[in-house]
């Protein structure tokens, strides 16, 4: 279970967290708070969202801030990619092997006394949990909490069950290889061992259902306590005492029972069939009904209505519908939180269309604002959103502190302050914000959900989001519906003077004639547009194609070009030659899928010099079209 707070954090002297973002203040006032004291109240929460103090009793959560931090936590988890689940379950299953190789070994030392052989059976439990690893039977709780929350997808609960328990059963079956070829335990403890095993197997089935079920209970109720804990020393008692029932009251737990399984079949004592049937599927079963049931829907159902109400993005918005929830495969979006510098009652009055420009250095990517600007003056009721995404180590170290979260907040705000002084100039209103989270890529879909976007305008270079899109996952984001349209800005300076824009009968060229109309109205560009033709014989063709396609988008006076050499790449090449910017629409498979697999179907322009604006639609194609074409 990855530890998803920082609870070590300093508490601030203020016992009232205000909503997340609200920094509307009459600073003039003398009796406005402390600008300092703001910030250090708006940040007071986790780098995920969840609370790092409480609200009402500093050194104690309510039931809703206890669930808050299980599902940043989970959020976290499932958010994991399969590789990182895997072999964090795999080590989990082998810390078990400790538990399994202690107990048996004090039993046999002891004479088999009951207390005297358990007192070390949450040695393996308290490596896991303090350590951060993933473990099944404590894994029921923090996604399901997630799915129950609708979240995440039941398929994306499946898969990362599946996942962490095929780990689990790996690293166990490991490590009774180890102890049953290895020499590591006696004689005496082997015969123990066999004896548990056998015992194991011979209990009747709803028997073994019954104990684990009451063993999935002690396990989901750690980690609804361990996350109501503030430091290392009440988890380690609080997971010692906790587990060291399973061993005095009789019950089974599904990895140890696969264990003591396996180590059997080493031994040639039993089927691995039999084994599985009568003996780690009832313990398994009786474990996750345990788990889930009389621990998390009760614990779920104790929280109010608000227990997500300060960390959602929308309310209920965030939520997947029911269909995503019980078929698709989604999984926790991002639950950190967006700290807006500026005003919503500013926006109030430009509402109707949404332009969300994600940054990563605003030092460098002005060019990105002045275009997100140009397009915005020219939209009725437009306003843009510039959104500093800040991105941390993927896992915080436990000395990362709020005071160190609170100057990246304040950094970005100063930084932020020459954004909005420089989008004042084009008399659009600009709303400012910053995020602090370990991801950067998946943040800019999520970024535009939370903030409606119409339209989505970004960088494209080494330095820029893209660039780290290739180690998150992108294909996750953006095989499903795009959440806008996106424009896509390879700066080389921003000269639209003299605009090529290649033509193809597809939505996405349709929004570059949108900002072709636009720039051509704000700078008085020359616009060229360029129809590829197969041959000379479908010349005529081309040209009657860019006259028709010309008068539907408003661009009649634009020059055309027809090339009938049929090669598309040269075509665009030869024409950036004398122009100062290029537009180009997706492919059929989708721009922003090739961007991300740095895989672009018109691989010139990685060579051509011109600034480019690579433009998406957001369409209702199936995630088959997306990945493959059509």
């Not at 099944?136 to 996604?143: A, G, H, V």
């Not at 829907?297 to 993005?313: C, G, I, K």
């Not at 800040?390 to 160190?404: A, F, I, K, L």
Request: charged share 20%; aromatic share 8%.
């Amino acid at each position: 279970m990855a530890d998803g707070d920082d609870s070590d954090a300093p508490p601030a002297p203020d016992a009232q967290h205000p909503p997340e973002g609200d920094t509307d203040v009459d600073l003039a006032s003398p009796d406005a708070p402390d600008p300092e004291e703001s910030v250090r109240e708006a940040i007071e929460r986790s780098r995920s969202g969840a609370p790092a103090v409480g609200s009402v009793v500093r050194d104690r959560f309510t039931s809703n801030e206890i669930f808050q931090r299980i599902i940043a936590a989970a959020d976290e988890e499932i958010t994991s990619g399969s590789r990182e689940l895997f072999f964090s379950a795999l080590a989990a299953g082998f810390a078990i092997t400790i538990t399994f190789m202690l107990y048996v070994s004090l039993t046999a030392t002891t004479d088999g006394d009951p207390i005297l052989s358990a007192l070390l059976y949450p040695l393996g439990f308290i490596y896991i949990i303090i350590g951060g690893y993933q473990l099944y039977t404590e894994n029921t709780l923090p996604p399901v909490a997630l799915t129950l929350e609708r979240l995440a997808s039941i398929p994306a609960l499946l898969r990362n069950w599946s996942v962490v328990l095929a780990g689990n059963f790996l690293g166990g079956a490991l490590g009774a290889a180890a102890l049953a070829f290895g020499g590591v335990i006696s004689p005496e403890a082997a015969e123990v061992a066999v004896y548990l095993g056998e015992k194991g197997v011979s209990t009747p089935w709803w028997s073994l259902f019954s104990k684990a079920a009451f063993a999935g209970l002690v396990v989901a109720g750690v980690v609804w306590v361990e996350y109501a804990a503030r430091d290392t020393i009440s988890r380690m008692v609080v997971v010692y005492i906790a587990f060291l029932a399973i061993p005095l009251g009789g019950l089974y737990h599904s990895v140890v029972s696969f264990t003591e399984m396996t180590y059997l079949v080493f031994q040639g004592s039993l089927s691995v069939t039999t084994g599985l049937w009568e003996f780690v599927l009832p313990v398994l079963l009786g474990n996750t009904i345990g788990g889930v049931v009389l621990v998390t829907v009760v614990n779920y159902f104790q929280t109010t209505e608000h227990r997500l109400a300060s960390a959602r993005f929308e309310g209920s918005d965030r939520q997947l519908s029911i269909r995503e929830w019980l078929f698709g495969g989604f999984v926790g979006r991002s639950y950190v939180p967006l700290i807006d510098h500026t005003s919503e009652e500013a926006l109030a009055e430009a509402d109707e269309y949404r332009i969300v420009v994600p940054i990563s250095n605003p030092r460098t990517e002005t060019n990105l604002v002045d275009l997100a600007c140009t397009l915005a003056s020219r939209k009725p009721g437009a306003s843009v959103h510039v959104v500093h995404i800040v991105q941390m180590p993927d896992r915080t170290p436990r000395g990362y502190r709020v005071d160190q979260h609170e100057r990246i907040v304040e950094d970005s705000d100063e930084l932020m302050a020459d954004i909005r002084e420089r989008a004042a100039g084009y008399d659009v209103p600009c709303e400012t914000s910053t995020v602090v989270s370990h991801r950067s890529f998946e943040e800019l879909f999520d970024v535009a959900k939370r903030k409606r976007a119409d339209l989505m305008v970004m960088g494209w270079g080494d330095d820029r989001l893209w660039s780290n899109g290739r180690a998150e996952r992108p294909l996750d984001e953006l095989t499903n519906r795009l959440p806008s349209d996106v424009l896509v800005f390879r700066d080389r300076g921003l000269d639209a003077s003299r605009i090529l824009l290649p033509v193809a009968d597809n939505p996405h060229a349709d929004l570059n004639a949108e900002v072709a109309r636009i720039l051509r109205q704000t700078a008085g560009s020359e616009v060229t547009l360029l129809r590829v033709v197969d041959s000379p014989d479908d010349h005529e063709a081309g040209e009657q194609f860019l006259a028709d396609w010309a008068a539907d988008h408003g661009l009649e006076d634009a020059t055309f070009r027809v090339d009938d050499s049929g090669d598309v790449e040269s075509a665009i090449a030869n024409g950036c030659g004398d122009h100062t910017l290029l537009l180009i629409g997706a492919t059929s498979q989708g721009l922003l899928a090739r961007l991300a697999q740095n895989a672009l179907h018109y691989d010139i322009v990685q060579d051509v010099d011109t600034s480019m604006i690579l433009a998406e639609r957001a369409t209702d194609r199936s995630i088959l079209e997306r990945l493959f074409g059509r």
